[in-house]
Nanobody, 119 residues
């Protein structure tokens, strides 16, 4: 079982930066994959970025070159550095983890943190 807790959201002006953090209740080194999703007003949840155990990162086209996903296994923490924020980035951001226990896939979600980009 994995519990996830996000933080770091807030109100920022366009062009600003924020760093989101996701603290897991156990070692993230053993988790199959982790990533960030977001749900913008009036839209469905979408994948923003994810990170595999091998260190490979993938990003949504809309955030490439602006967002960076990273992790710190010593702190059981996943990060999302968000730069050059745009109003379109306004959404609730969710940390997500995929784990396999006895070859069975389990998905875990944080409660979400609000990011609002507005002048």
């Amino acid at each position: 079982q994995v519990q996830l807790s996000e933080s770091g959201g807030g109100l920022v002006q366009p062009g600003g930066s924020l760093r989101l953090s996701c603290v897991a209740s156990r070692s993230i080194a053993s988790i199959n994959a982790m990533g960030w999703y977001r749900r913008a007003p009036g839209k469905q949840r979408e994948l923003v970025a994810d990170l595999t155990p091998g260190g490979s990162a993938q990003y949504a086209d809309s955030v490439k070159g602006r967002f960076i996903i990273s992790s710190d296994s010593t702190k059981n923490t996943l990060y999302l550095q968000m730069n050059d924020l745009k109003p379109e980035d306004t959404a609730v951001y969710y940390c997500h983890a995929v784990d396999y226990v006895s070859a069975r896939r389990s998905d875990y979600w944080g409660q979400g943190t609000q990011v609002t980009v507005s002048s």
